[in-house]
């Protein structure tokens, strides 16, 4: 079965503009949560949606939002882009059990630059 | 709250010998813990996962891990590493009851040398 799919692979934008990433998780699964990886901060959570309401959220700024459709794809957005988000921007998907158990899978990431 | 320390930035090994990689963890409750591994330019693939079952946990490519509550250490072990191993790995704990949010280690650089 198709794994978590991100889409676009990589992008260039300038700064001030914004940018939707997207995702698609694995078929069934109704959780897909956003990470951020830099070489600086490493992987930090963004945050989590599940059936279309978002259930966690990491410490970002407002520019930083999502959101969740009913056949569970997501998309998250970046406003008022700057530098600093220049990053490698991974989505995750699983069953969403809120117990810690759950198995988490990956997509390759969408890898953003900032100019 | 949870947290997790890998404790090598870069571990150097020479390709048939044993690899160790280190991890401790930090959890106010029995915690469910992980290795991910990332190889360049990829994403994030999942080596194996410990949820409070058997504390020797086996994963993909001969990996394994084992969980000690007396040491908090969760460390990821391989017999024989193979050149294809070169990567970064992360150790993972999730943060209880909040589904799909992960915390994540800064991770290590497995090289392996011919």
């Known amino acids: 079965k198709a794994g978590v799919t991100q889409t676009p692979r990589y992008l260039i934008k300038t700064r001030g503009q914004q940018v939707t990433l997207s995702c698609s998780p694995i078929s069934g699964h109704r959780s897909v949560s956003w990470y951020q990886q830099t070489p600086g901060q490493g992987l930090q959570f963004l945050f989590e949606?599940?059936?279309?309401?978002?259930?966690n959220k990491g410490n970002f700024p407002g520019r930083f939002s999502g959101r969740q459709f009913s056949n569970s794809r997501s998309e998250m957005n970046v406003s008022t882009l700057e530098l600093g988000d220049s990053a490698l921007y991974l989505c995750?998907?699983?069953?969403?059990?809120?117990?810690?158990?759950?198995?988490?899978?990956f997509g390759e990431g969408s890898w953003l630059t900032v100019v | 709250a949870q947290s997790v320390t890998q404790l090598d930035s870069h571990v150097s090994v020479s390709e048939g010998t044993p690899v160790l990689l280190r991890c401790n963890y930090s959890s106010s409750y029995s915690p469910s813990l992980f290795w991910y591994v990332q190889h360049p330019n990829k994403g994030l693939q999942l080596l194996l996962k410990y949820t409070s079952a058997a504390t020797l946990v086996k994963g993909i490519n001969g990996f394994e891990a084992e969980f000690k509550k007396s040491e908090t250490s969760f460390h990821l072990t391989k017999p024989s590493a193979h050149m294809s191993d070169a990567a970064e790995y992360f150790c993972?704990?999730?943060?209880?009851?909040?589904?799909?949010?992960?915390?994540f280690g800064q991770g290590t650089e497995l090289s392996v040398k011919p």
């Open positions: 995750a998907s699983s069953l969403g059990h809120r117990d810690s158990g759950n198995t988490i899978y």
């Open positions: 993972v704990v999730s943060a209880g009851g909040q589904g799909g949010k992960l915390i």
């Open positions: 949606y599940f059936s279309e309401t978002q259930r």
